[in-house]
């Protein structure tokens, strides 16, 4: 009997899995025992966590329980934090108890980076998993509600402080932050706060570069800045955060913007540096590996998704939920190939474009030089959603939240 174990039950576990049974079913496999261990017991599709953060779309309608979705074999999967992996031994040493096994997946993702910014960890809320999408949502909220107080009080200064949202990072996650929290201000808050001037509420945008979205073309770049503005976002570019305090934000230039809610999505940073030995990693603490997905001093141990940095040149391997998903198919080919002694093969990603969504009803399509914005690309967006969403309930759900978000306000309750 060969062991499998998979860590982490996000796009490319999960996928991985998929495909192992996929294969392992069919051809009647029995030596081979496939099992999944993640910290939480669901599956979060992260693409739409901004939409949860503003309340378009319902939380519990972007998570899958994973023993749903490993439904063929629910009894392989453990809830668990994977706290340490001994590749000699062939151990994974977890919360819960120890796994030993034959062949190890790593699927672990990666984890918000605050660049030691200080205040940064501690005040800000990041936007990198469910908890932290709901916190935000809340977060916004609330400041009204306060805000709302406060006006009565004709306390303007202590307002303000409650009505500047402020996001730092312009990648596509803080851009599309952006652009759906100033719809939720122009739509739902100036309704339901009619006691607060709307533009007493403002949302701020900081980012270190010189431009938004810069994985995308100058042009693309240029169009988000151009529909920020217009929607009423400010865009600070070409400036770094220095602090986070309770109620304000500092920026390199030295200015300071008074805030409770400051929004993170700069960064990310690999939380491989605790859990395996360091020589098996790069500097920035990503496992490295070969075409193949495996490592080289241990052919038995994948890597895939974000935690995992292909060594070869010309094998271009982006931290996206699309390259995670590509990989899988490979590596569970590749285990196959690798238990029956065979050749593993290498499989370069295809990238079949960004979509980046910016408020309701805009959007940006890029794919090498093809580019187009406005209200299709906004669809496409959606489509592209509905068909990589797993599950039909999820898809059904979050159909219905878009529908019901086109005639009557978005859910302002704080819970
Ligand atoms: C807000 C946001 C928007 C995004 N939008 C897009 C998009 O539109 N398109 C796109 O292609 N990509 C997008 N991405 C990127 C995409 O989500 C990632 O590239 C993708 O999730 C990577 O898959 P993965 O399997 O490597 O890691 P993940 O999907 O992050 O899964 C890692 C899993 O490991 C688990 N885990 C981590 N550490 C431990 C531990 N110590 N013990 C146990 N379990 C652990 C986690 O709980 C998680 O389930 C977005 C990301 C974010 C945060």
């Known amino acids: 009997m060969k062991k499998i174990l998979i860590l982490g039950g996000g796009f490319g576990g999960v996928a991985t899995y998929k495909h192992l049974h996929k294969i392992i079913h069919p051809a009647n496999i029995h030596n081979i025992q496939v099992e999944l261990i993640n910290k939480t017991n669901y599956f979060t599709f992260s693409p739409m966590l901004h939409e949860v953060a503003t309340g378009s779309v319902g939380r519990e309608h972007i998570v899958q329980p994973l023993r749903e979705m490993l439904k063929c074999c629910g009894k392989d999967f453990h809830q668990a934090l994977i706290i340490k992996i001994d590749p000699k031994k062939k151990?994974?040493?977890?919360?819960t108890g120890n796994y030993s096994y034959d062949i190890l997946v790593i699927a672990l993702g990666v984890e918000q980076s605050y660049f030691n910014t200080p205040?940064?960890?501690k005040y800000a809320l990041a936007l990198k998993w469910l908890p932290g999408a709901i916190a935000i949502r809340n977060r916004i909220i609330n400041s009204f509600e306060q805000a709302s107080e406060k006006h009565d009080t004709k306390d303007s200064d202590a307002m303000n402080k409650f009505l500047n949202f402020v996001i730092v990072g312009g990648g596509p996650t803080g851009t599309e932050l952006a652009g759906q929290l100033s719809d939720l201000l122009q739509n739902e808050m100036v309704k339901f706060y009619g006691d607060i001037p709307i533009n007493h509420a403002k949302v701020v945008l900081i980012h270190a570069g010189r431009r938004l979205i810069e994985q995308l073309s100058t042009q693309a770049s240029a169009s988000a800045l151009k529909r920020l503005q217009k929607m009423g976002v400010e865009v600070i570019l070409g400036e770094t955060v220095t602090e986070v305090t309770k109620d304000s934000v500092k920026c390199s230039s030295g200015s300071s913007i008074p805030s409770n809610s400051v929004f993170w999505t700069a960064g990310t940073e690999s939380g491989l540096k605790k859990i395996l030995p360091t020589k098996l990693l790069n500097e920035r603490g990503m496992i490295s590996v070969s075409g193949t997905f495996q490592v080289p001093e241990y052919p038995e141990i994948f890597a895939l998704g974000d935690n995992a940095y292909v060594t070869e040149d010309d094998f271009k391997y982006p931290p996206l939920a699309q390259a995670a998903v590509q990989a899988s198919s490979t590596v569970a080919k590749n285990i196959i190939a690798h238990i029956h002694h065979q050749t593993p093969r290498?499989?370069?990603?295809?990238h079949k474009g960004d979509i980046i969504p910016i408020g309701n009803s805009y959007g940006i399509f890029e794919q090498k030089t093809i580019r187009f914005t406005g209200f299709f690309a906004w669809?496409?967006?959606?489509?592209?959603?509905?068909?990589?969403?797993?599950?039909?309930?999820?898809?059904?759900?979050?159909?219905?939240?878009?529908?019901v978000e086109t005639f009557s306000p978005r859910d302002t309750s704080e819970f």
């Open 346 to 350: 290498k499989k370069r990603y295809r």
């Open 91 to 95: 151990l994974v040493y977890t919360n």
């Open 119 to 121: 205040g940064a960890e």
């Open 379 to 403: 669809v496409l967006r959606r489509i592209v959603f509905m068909q990589t969403m797993y599950g039909w309930r999820n898809k059904i759900h979050v159909l219905f939240d878009w529908t």
